[in-house]
C-alpha cells in the first residue's frame, strides 16, 4: 500500500525550509507586505529556487529539474503553508509546471524549474479537475479576452491561456494587461487578464493539460492546508499554555481542552489524508478518487482550525495586528481553490458508485 | 534467534515434528507454546523466544498456511491482551508458569473485574474492600461489564485494600478464581437486547496471598499495563476500503435505489471521506508502528471510530426508511464474540453507542489527548490528596 510516511530525505527537507522560512519569513513581515505594493515575496522565492532547486522537483532533471516528485513538493507546501508564505509556489512550480509537463513542452518547463520564470495558468483559482474553464478568442493568430480570478499572476513572466480553439498558449506578461483584484486571501492575490491582440505561442492541448494540473493542484493543496491547520493548532495550543484568566492558564478549561483534542485529532487525519494524496500522485496509483477523498477532506478541517484559532485567542485574534487572520484568509480562500469539498465528493459519487437519487 | 528467515524455518520444523492433520487441537497448541511459537516476544520458556513482536507474522503465516488450527483469540481476548501483558510485568516466576499456558492456548479463559457501579470513568475510586487474614484476603464488593465472567477459571482483579490514604495509594491487584463460591455472575442486558456482558458480585470471596500481582498498595500502577494494552487492542485493525461500517451502507445505497434521497446523499458522501481518511490514519499508524516509530496518533484512534461508527450505523437506519423502524431480534442472549458489523443497522446503531464509552470515554480520552500529546494543564483536582473514605459518593 501507499507509503504514509515522510522519508529521512524528506524530513531533511522540511528542516531545510522551516529553518529558511523561520529566518526570512515571519508572520510580521508577511503582514507588512499585504500591505505594500509588492505583495509578494521574491527575495525569498529566490532563495526557494535558486538557491534550494525547489521549482524543478516536478521536473526530470533532463528538462532542467531536479527529478523528485509530488511527496517532496507536499513538503515543502506544508512548510510553505505554515508560513502562509507570499510565494507563487503552487501556482507556478505546480499547476503551471504540470500543465506544462503534459504538453511536453521542454524549453518552458526549464525556464520554470529554474525559478527564473515563474508561470501562472490562467484558469480561475476557484476550478476543479472536472470543471469547464472559460476561455479567450483566437483571432488572426492573437488572443483577446478577459480571464479573472488568476492567482499570482501579477508576479507571473508568462501566462498560459487557454484559448477557443482547444489550445493552450504562452503569453509573456508583457504583452498583457495585468489588473490586481481585492483578494481575501491577502497572501495568494487574484489578478485579471486582460488580453487585446497579445500574441501567443500554442504549447499544446488544453484539455489534458488543464486536468493534469488541477489535479495535481487539488491533490497537494492538501498538504498546503495541512500546514495551515497545523499551524493554527500549535500557535493556539502555545498561546493558551501562557495565556491567564480566572487565576489560571485558559488551556486547562475541560471546555476548550476538548476543542484543542478534537482538533488535533483531525489534524492527524489531514495529514494521512495529504500524505496519501501526494504518494497517490507521484506513484499514479487510485489518484482520482485519493485526491477527491483529501480534498474533500482537508478543505473544512483547515478552515476550522484558522476558525477555533481565532476564536480561542479571543480578542487578539481579531486584530489586524495578529497574524490568525492571514491564516483564517488562506484556509477560506483554500477551500474554494481548485474545487470546493463538496464538488469533490460529486466526484466521488461518480468514483465510488454512490449514484445522486 | 531474532530474524524472520530463522523463525520460518524453526516454524517449519515444529510443522514436521507436529502435523496438524495428525495431532489433536489442544496438543497442538500446547506444543506451540512450548516451542516458543506462541508470541515471539515473550521470554524463553513462556511461549517465546525474545524475538522482535513484529515477527509474529511470520510464524502465524507459516502456521496458517499449513492449515494448524489457532486458540481462536476472540473468545480469549482479555485474557490474551490485558491479563497476559501484566502477568508478564508484575507476576512472580511461578504465577507466570502457572497461569499463561493454559491462558493462551484458551484452556483457561480470563475475565477483569476492574468497573464498579460507583467506579466508572474515575476507576481509582473503586470501593471493592479485600481484608487481610493471615495467607489470605477476603473481598466483598461488585463488579459491573464483564465479559467473559460466565466462561471464565480466572479474573484479574482490583480491590482497595487501605481505605485511609488517597485512592490511588490504596489498591491492589490480585487475580481471582472465579470458581470460588463467593462469586456470583449475573447476565447485564444491554440496550441491544442482549448481554455481552456480566455483573459480578463478590461475597467473602477468599483469595490467596499468593495470587496477588505486585506489592500491596500498588495496584493502580499495575492496572495501567492492563489499561494501556486494552487501548491499543482497540481499533487498530488493517482495512481495505469500505472495510467498516461504511461498506454495509455504501452496499445498501447501491442495490436500493429507490431509498435514496439528495439530503441521504450528502451525508452518505461525506461519512464516505471520513471512513476513507480514518483508514488511511490507521495504515500511517501501523505504518509508523513497523518503522519503530509510535507516535501518540494511536491515543486518537478510539476516539474517531466511535464517533464515525455512531454516524454511519444511525445514517444506516435512516436510509432503510420504513425497515429502519424494525429490529432483528429483542430476545435476551449471551454471544460469545461481539461483531460490531454483525446483525442489521438497528443492532449496529445501537451497539456503537457503547463504541465512545467502553474501554475509556470519549471526554476521558480527549483529556488524555489534551494532556499527554497537546501538554495542556490538568484541571485543578480535590480528590488526589484526600483519603479514600473521606472521598464524596
Known amino acids: 500500500m501507499t507509503d504514509l510516511l515522510y522519508s529521512e530525505e524528506e524530513e531533511a527537507l522540511r528542516a531545510a525550509v522551516r529553518d529558511l522560512l523561520t529566518d526570512h519569513c515571519p508572520p510580521a513581515g508577511v503582514l507588512a507586505r499585504t500591505e505594500s505594493d509588492a505583495p509578494h515575496d521574491r527575495t525569498l522565492w529566490k532563495s526557494l529556487t535558486e538557491d534550494m532547486g525547489l521549482a524543478g522537483l ?34 507556478s512550480a505546480v499547476v503551471a509546471t504540470e500543465a506544462l509537463l503534459a504538453c511536453g513542452d521542454g524549453e518552458l518547463l526549464g525556464q520554470l524549474a529554474s525559478g527564473r520564470t515563474i508561470g501562472a495558468l490562467a484558469v480561475g483559482l476557484h476550478t476543479g479537475p472536472a470543471t469547464g474553464v472559460r476561455t ?12 479573472t480570478g488568476i492567482a499570482d499572476a501579477a508576479v507571473a513572466d508568462v501566462l498560459l491561456v487557454p484559448a477557443d480553439d482547444g489550445g493552450l498558449y504562452a503569453v509573456t506578461a508583457d504583452a498583457a494587461t495585468i489588473l490586481p483584484q481585492t483578494s481575501l486571501d491577502l497572501t495568494r492575490p487574484l489578478a485579471t487578464v486582460r488580453l487585446a491582440g497579445a500574441p501567443g505561442r500554442r504549447v499544446g492541448d488544453t484539455g489534458p493539460a488543464v486536468r493534469r494540473a488541477l489535479r ?19 500557535e493556539t495550543v502555545r498561546y493558551l499554555k501562557e495565556r491567564k484568566q480566572f487565576n489560571r492558564p485558559v488551556g486547562g478549561f475541560q471546555a476548550l481542552k476538548h476543542r484543542l483534542a478534537r482538533l488535533w485529532l483531525e489534524v492527524v487525519h489531514l495529514r494521512a489524508a495529504a500524505r496519501a494524496a501526494a504518494d497517490a500522485l507521484s506513484s499514479d496509483r487510485d489518484t482520482d478518487i485519493t485526491v477527491a477523498v483529501a480534498q474533500a477532506y482537508a478543505a473544512p478541517v483547515a478552515v476550522r482550525a484558522t476558525e477555533e484559532a481565532l476564536q480561542l485567542h479571543g480578542g487578539i485574534g481579531m486584530t489586524w495586528e495578529h ?16 474545487g470546493t469539498a463538496g464538488t469533490h465528493r460529486e466526484t466521488l459519487a461518480t468514483l465510488a458508485d454512490l449514484q445522486a437519487p | 534467534m531474532t530474524d524472520a528467515g530463522e523463525l520460518r524455518s524453526r516454524s517449519r520444523e515444529f510443522l514436521d515434528r507436529h502435523p496438524p492433520a495428525s495431532t489433536g487441537r489442544l496438543d497442538f497448541l500446547r506444543a506451540r507454546f512450548d ?11 513462556l511461549g517465546g523466544l525474545g524475538a522482535p513482536r513484529s515477527l509474529q507474522g511470520v510464524v502465524d503465516a507459516e502456521l496458517k498456511a499449513a492449515g494448524a488450527p489457532d486458540n481462536d483469540p476472540r473468545r480469549i481476548g482479555i485474557g490474551l491482551g490485558m491479563a497476559a501483558p501484566t502477568i508478564l510485568t508484575y507476576g512472580t516466576e511461578e504465577q507466570k508458569r502457572r497461569y499463561l499456558r493454559p491462558l493462551w492456548t484458551g484452556e483457561e479463559v480470563w475475565c477483569q473485574l476492574f468497573s464498579e457501579p460507583g467506579a466508572g470513568s474515575d476507576l481509582a475510586a473503586l470501593g471493592t474492600r479485600a481484608v487481610r487474614e493471615g ?11 464483564t465479559s467473559s465472567a460466565h466462561l471464565a477459571r480466572w479474573a484479574i482483579l482490583i480491590a482497595r485494600t487501605d481505605p485511609d490514604v488517597p485512592k490511588h495509594q490504596g489498591i491492589t491487584y490480585f487475580v481471582c478464581d472465579m470458581t470460588d463460591p463467593g462469586v456470583e455472575i449475573r447476565p447485564l442486558r444491554q440496550i441491544t437486547g442482549e448481554a455481552e456482558f456480566n455483573e459480578v458480585f463478590l461475597t467473602g470471596v477468599r483469595i490467596p496471598d499468593s495470587r496477588r500481582l505486585g506489592a500491596v498498595g500498588d495496584g493502580w500502577r499495575v492496572a495501567q499495563t492492563t489499561l494501556n494494552n486494552e487501548r491499543v487492542a482497540i481499533g487498530g485493525m488493517a482495512q481495505p476500503r469500505e472495510g467498516g461500517m461504511i461498506g454495509p451502507v455504501a452496499k445498501t445505497w447501491r442495490e436500493r435505489p429507490e431509498l435514496r434521497t439528495h439530503e441521504l446523499h450528502q451525508r452518505l458522501l461525506t461519512l464516505w471521506v471520513e471512513a476513507e481518511v480514518a483508514r488511511f490514519t490507521g495504515e500511517r499508524l501501523r505504518q509508523q508502528l513497523a518503522a519503530g516509530q509510535p507516535g501518540p496518533e494511536g491515543a486518537g484512534m478510539k476516539l474517531a471510530f466511535a464517533r464515525l461508527n455512531q454516524e454511519i450505523s444511525g445514517l444506516e437506519v435512516e436510509l432503510r426508511g420504513e425497515e429502519g423502524l424494525l429490529y432483528d431480534d429483542w430476545t435476551m442472549r449471551r454471544p460469545e464474540h461481539v461483531d460490531f ?36 494543564p490538568a484541571e485543578p483536582r480535590t480528590d488526589k490528596d484526600v483519603a479514600w473514605k473521606d472521598l464524596a459518593r
Not at chain 1, 487539488?218 to 498538504?223: E, F
Open chain 1, 58 to 91: 516536478l521536473v526530470p532533471e533532463e528538462q532542467g529539474g531536479q527529478g523528485a516528485s509530488h511527496r517532496e513538493a507536499a513538503v515543502v507546501l506544508e512548510e510553505l503553508g505554515r508560513a502562509v508564505a507570499p510565494v507563487p509556489y503552487l501556482t
Open chain 1, 136 to 147: 479567450v478568442r483566437l483571432e488572426n493568430g492573437t488572443l483577446h479576452g478577459e480571464l
Open chain 1, 216 to 234: 495535481a493542484a487539488a491533490g497537494l493543496l492538501a498538504s498546503e492546508q495541512l500546514g495551515v491547520a497545523d499551524w493554527a493548532l500549535s
Open chain 1, 323 to 338: 497574524p490568525v487572520h492571514l491564516y483564517l484568509k488562506r484556509a477560506k480562500a483554500d477551500s474554494i481553490a481548485y
Open chain 2, 35 to 45: 516451542a516458543g511459537l506462541a508470541w515471539v516476544h515473550y521470554p524463553e520458556g
Open chain 2, 135 to 145: 495467607d489470605e484476603w477476603v473481598v466483598n464488593g461488585q463488579k459491573v461489564w
Open chain 2, 341 to 376: 458489523t454483525g446483525r442489521d443497522a438497528g443492532y449496529r446503531y445501537l451497539r456503537s453507542k457503547g463504541n465512545s464509552i467502553e474501554g475509556g470515554t470519549s471526554e476521558v480520552l480527549l483529556n488524555i489527548v489534551a494532556e499527554r500529546v497537546l501538554g495542556l
